[in-house]
């Protein structure tokens, strides 16, 4: 018999007194995504071809390039929030999920540097 | 403190199957599908700053066949995911919790995502026929 009370004993057991962030950043990330994913579709299907010239025109324009950008970070943040909830489902001992959780954000990191990046060397390599 | 042996859920095997587990169970795969595509959208974006070369050989993968297949599978999972991403935001504002409303949501969004796929590569197929 535990000489504990019954208070604690329910005491620390309860939600981590965290979350409300994670989950809002999910949201928002979301709804931003709305309207630049449906751009970004809709401008892949507008653009007159797909080859080098024509898309490098394309992401140099400064709205697009901006656009672009946006839609990487919007991605990149909403990407990483959701796969880190399927490591923390999923993967039950503390260790390697530690480690997973590690390397998943800074796969995110690197993905939204590699992407901005990009976007600026394009922007900023036109007019050929 | 001693880890306590808790019941765990989901209780997969004693539930039947039904359209709306289905369709979390896809929101989450396709969630996935689309982090990978993250990966092919960035490289893509990559080989264009990288140069002509590289983009020509991002090019080359992307419309064989086994590349174009990967595209479709990423728009289906695109529009399924927003669709259905749309539908959990109206979840959050409170709206469409009803059994039957949440089970006709739930068709119309895997019809609207099948329907948007669909007329998305028709009109991608159409302009390259041009």
Redesign the interface.
């Known amino acids: 018999m535990s000489l504990k009370s019954p208070l604690g004993r329910v005491l620390?057991l309860g939600s981590a007194g965290t979350g409300t962030e994670h989950w809002l950043g999910q949201?928002l990330s979301?709804?931003a995504m709305?309207p630049l994913?449906?751009w970004f579709?809709l401008s892949?299907?507008g653009l007159p071809a797909?080859?080098?010239y024509a898309?490098?025109a394309w992401?140099a324009a400064p709205l697009h390039a901006i656009l672009?950008v946006l839609l990487?970070m919007a991605?990149?943040y909403h990407?990483s929030l959701?796969?880190q909830v399927?490591v923390e489902d999923y993967i039950r001992s503390s260790g390697p999920r530690a480690v997973v959780l590690a390397l998943l954000r800074l796969v995110h990191i690197a993905?939204a540097v590699?992407?901005i990046?990009?976007?600026f060397?394009?922007a900023t390599?036109a007019p050929l | 403190?001693s880890p306590v042996s808790r019941p765990l859920s989901p209780h997969l095997q004693v539930y039947r199957w039904q359209i709306s587990n289905t369709l979390s169970i896809l929101h989450?795969l396709t969630?996935?599908a689309?982090?990978i595509g993250?990966?092919a959208?960035?490289s893509w974006?990559?080989a264009?700053?990288s140069g002509?070369g590289s983009?020509?050989q991002f090019?080359w993968i992307f419309t064989s066949l086994a590349g174009q297949l990967f595209l479709i599978g990423w728009t289906f999972c695109?529009f399924y995911h927003?669709c259905n991403?749309?539908r959990?935001?109206a979840w959050?504002a409170g709206y469409g919790f009803d059994k039957s409303v949440a089970r006709r949501t739930g068709i119309a969004v895997v019809t609207a995502a099948s329907l948007l796929t669909l007329i998305?590569w028709v009109?991608?197929l159409a302009?390259v026929a041009e």
Do not use: K, P
């Open positions: 620390g949201r979301a709804v709305v994913t449906v579709a892949l299907l797909l080859d080098f898309v490098t992401v672009l990487v991605l990149v990407s959701g796969t399927v993905l590699a992407g990046l990009a976007v060397l394009i390599r | 403190m989450r969630g996935v689309l982090s993250a990966i959208l960035v974006l990559l264009l700053a002509q983009y020509a090019s695109f927003l991403g749309l959990h935001l959050d998305f009109l991608a302009r």
